[in-house]
């Protein structure tokens, strides 16, 4: 089945202890990106890749960092996790031949203490 | 600020009726789309429109674009209680289109 996975789905942690949210598409896209959502914000773009070892800042980048070092698999870092940092992260990907449609993984909900 | 922003926020009707949802966005784009999501689930793309087209269907929806008021709408005809769900308009705007920026949404409640 074609899908973007997301582990964790539900996290809780403390002020400062580094985590990864993995992000895992089975379609062979080229694009992939990350989202938190919040309330009365939407979702914002954290950072975005357009292949392998190629990834940019999308609008909210601080706190996170990323890497893209096989096609399928584009984890999200947060070195030094803060209470902000808390919200509803979300994984997506699209497919080579352009950067339209965007298949949305479940989502990773994730409480910084 | 966000590219695209949706009104209203919230919208309640009952089944059957047609529901109407607006995007306004505030730079030139190469396409605009809207996503449903799902109460806690991933996003799901439901329709594309490209910046050259004017008006786009698929199913129960309709997609207007107006580029001159840089504005859209997405109509749910004879809506149905399984089309609760927030749904965002996703504007793609940039030389290479690689950026997608959302708006918050408009939460639409259908009434059995």
């Not at chain 1, 773009?45 to 096989?70: A, C, L």
């Not at chain 1, 584009?74 to 990907?93: G, H």
Request: aromatic residues 8%.
């Amino acid at each position: 089945e074609a899908q973007v996975t997301q582990n964790p789905r539900y996290l809780i942690t403390v002020t400062g202890k580094k985590l990864t949210v993995t992000c895992s598409q089975n379609m062979n896209h080229e694009y992939m990106s990350w989202y938190r959502q919040d309330p009365g914000l939407g979702l914002r773009q954290i950072y975005y890749s357009m292949n392998v070892e190629v990834t940019d800042k999308g609008d909210v980048p601080e706190g996170y960092k990323v890497s893209r070092k096989e096609k399928r698999n584009f984890p999200l870092i947060l070195e030094s996790p803060s209470p902000n940092q808390t919200s509803l992260y979300f994984c997506a990907s699209s497919p080579p031949q352009s950067y339209n449609e965007q298949f949305f993984g479940p989502g990773t909900r994730l409480t910084v203490l | 600020s966000q590219q695209g922003e949706e009104d209203p926020q919230a919208l309640s009707i009952q089944e059957g009726e047609n529901a109407t949802m607006n995007c306004s966005y505030k730079t030139s784009i190469n396409n605009l789309q809207w996503y449903r999501q799902n109460s806690g689930r991933g996003l799901v793309h439901l329709i594309l429109i490209r910046s050259n087209e004017r008006e786009k269907h698929s199913g129960r929806l309709r997609v207007t674009l107006d580029t001159s008021k840089k504005s859209s709408s997405l109509l749910i005809t004879a809506s149905r209680a399984a089309d609760t769900a927030s749904y965002f308009c996703a504007t793609r705007f940039g030389t290479s289109g690689s950026r997608l920026t959302f708006g918050e949404g408009t939460q639409l409640t259908v009434n059995p």
